[in-house]
């Protein structure tokens, strides 16, 4: 059964950054088609982040363009999320996801909380 399992989301003043992890098991990132990273805050819908493809093709959502960057470490099986510049209405929590064609995979989720 593949696992992801997200790390790294805490308590951040706004500007500050953070580093989310997302470890991958029991299948490798390199035969996974699509990474993502997703966030749902309170009251809304899951909304995408942040998209990595085995291309290494990239995608964001318009409002974290330059200061978010999704990558992958192949030896350590992991998906990261950097965020800088953080800002309040980036406050939620966040989740792991992986997919193809036949599976769809997705973390327990991690908060993120962000001040003014």
């Known amino acids: 059964q593949v696992q992801l399992v997200e790390s790294g989301g805490g308590l951040v003043q706004a500007g500050g950054s953070l580093r989310l992890s997302c470890a991958v098991s029991?299948?490798?990132?390199?035969?996974?088609?699509?990474m993502g990273w997703y966030r749902q805050a309170p009251g809304k819908q899951r909304e995408l982040v942040a998209q990595?493809?085995?291309?290494?093709?990239?995608n964001y959502r318009g409002s974290v363009k330059g200061r978010f960057t999704i990558s992958r470490d192949n030896a350590k099986n992991t998906v990261y999320l950097q965020m800088n510049n953080l800002k309040p209405e980036d406050t939620a929590v966040y989740y792991c996801n992986a997919w193809g064609m036949a599976y769809d995979y997705w973390g327990q989720g991690t908060q993120v909380t962000v001040s003014s």
């Open positions: 990595l493809s085995s291309n290494s093709t990239t």
């Open positions: 029991e299948r490798s990132i390199f035969s996974i088609n699509h």
